[in-house]
């Protein structure tokens, strides 16, 4: 089968929002400039998405694997395993892989901020991820383990179990998150306590990894603590980075199908954060690696766009996650979630459009779940979603935003995992 065309899939992490007081009652994608959005929602169909299904506030790596086409009720295997793909640590099944996160905690494990402030820079973390691994023996159980630390101060942690297969049916460490049916769930009243992790069923695979992880934490939390890093924050009045938080356990590989076995389109993927990287190499898409965002937008977005132009050269097919508008979303800063917004369109969509002929590519472009600043956490809001380019022909809709595309021709998608089948019907002119 031959394509006559190239998909540009263009997802924008936790962009959709609610109407804001503080915006006069717009969404920060209302209130944004966003003329490509518009301009393609005019030229396109819209809709509305629930990118999982309704009830469901997914995390970004439950999310994006129904967005690609993957039911997470089948697929998601933990967390755990896709950000340790994502960053090139060797896993296989019968391994434990966990997400984590530095933090700084006080005595008796009460937890003072589970993110060190977000003033952990990638190259401290990794200093200290470089003692843990040197340091840290794990004697409960024959065991060895790889950590590694990727952005901030955000980790991953593999433990190999010697002769003994590990277990995911284990609880988090990390307060703030609790599994639901083996999902991460934000906690809706988190404690601010370093947990223990506990064993959830009465199997010796269970208790060992829970052993383990304890092990582990008590451990690093030793050689975090008298670390010259912190030792330096500490006297700079900045927080400590002195515990490692898990959190969302797997052990086996989720066995996603091949995209291009599948569909027959060859796809490449553009992204930051190791999640999203593991799930595009598990299914089989090319991974563009990416220097570190600098977090200035224009150099940021540049490099991005020359990328993913190269990228739609060889390949059938561009995934693009674009982190921008997620965490203000999290911090509940409005005016800087629109400014994120802002960017992504005038840095990124408006300069790839001018070299990209509609013609030729069919643009999709939608968030993975809503963020609402009101909640700064996800939610289950369903999400705009525009596709533009190739044969489609044009709703009523002339601007792209939460309330416009629920008046759009593509209606509502009531299971994100619908979008990808659809994708490449229309790639195909179907
Ligand atoms: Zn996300
Ligand atoms: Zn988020």
């Known amino acids: 089968m031959t394509l006559s065309r190239k998909l540009l899939y263009v997802v924008v992490d936790g962009m959709a929002d609610r109407p804001l007081d503080e915006l006069g009652g717009l969404t920060p994608l209302e209130y944004a400039d966003t003329p490509s959005m518009d301009r393609l929602a005019k030229l396109g169909l819209t809709g509305l998405m629930y990118t999982v299904e309704r009830g469901i506030a997914p995390e970004s790596d439950v999310a994006v694997l129904s967005i690609l086409g993957y039911d997470p009720h089948l697929y998601h295997t933990g967390r755990g395993v896709l950000e340790a793909v994502g960053a090139g640590l060797e896993f296989k099944d019968g391994y434990l892989a966990l997400r984590c996160n530095f933090a700084t905690v006080g005595g008796d494990w009460e ?136 959190r969302d356990a797997g052990d086996r590989l989720p066995g996603l199908f091949s995209l291009e076995e599948r569909y027959g389109v060859k796809f490449s993927c553009l992204a930051d954060m190791p999640v999203e990287k593991g799930i595009a190499k598990l299914a089989g898409m090319e991974v563009v690696e990416l220097p570190p965002s600098t977090g200035r937008f224009k150099e940021d977005y540049e490099l991005r766009v020359e990328e993913a132009l190269k990228a739609l050269e060889g390949h059938d097919a561009v995934y693009v996650h674009l982190k921008g508008p997620d965490e203000p979303g999290h911090d509940g800063d409005a005016r800087r979630k629109a400014a994120a917004i802002e960017a992504v369109d005038k840095l990124f969509l408006t300069p790839l459009l001018e070299r990209v002929s509609l013609e030729e590519a069919l643009i999709c472009v939608t968030s993975d779940h809503a963020t609402p600043c009101s909640l700064r956490a996800h939610s289950d809001d369903p999400v705009p979603i525009l596709i533009a380019g190739g044969d489609v022909k044009p709703d009523s809709v002339e601007k792209f935003s939460e309330r416009e595309c629920a008046k759009g021709g593509l209606g509502v998608l009531e299971r994100g995992v619908e979008l990808m089948p659809k994708l490449i019907s229309m790639l195909r002119g179907a």
């Open 111 to 246: 937890l003072i901020d589970r993110r060190v402030g977000r003033s952990l820079s990638t190259e401290e973390a990794a200093e200290l991820g470089k003692a843990i691994n040197e340091e840290v023996k794990l004697e409960s159980h024959p065991a060895d383990f790889e950590f590694k630390t990727t952005i901030g101060h955000r980790a991953v942690l593999v433990i190999k179990g010697r002769g003994i297969k590990l277990s995911s049916k284990i609880t988090n460490t990390d307060p703030a998150y609790v599994k639901v049916e083996g999902m991460g769930v934000a906690a809706s009243k988190p404690e601010r306590r370093v947990k223990r992790c506990e064993p959830l069923v009465d199997e010796p695979e269970a208790k060992a990894s829970a052993d383990l992880v304890n092990e582990f934490t008590e451990k690093s939390r030793r050689v975090l603590e008298k670390h010259p890093i912190n030792v330096r924050r500490e006297a700079e009045g900045k927080l400590k980075a002195n515990v490692v938080l898990a």
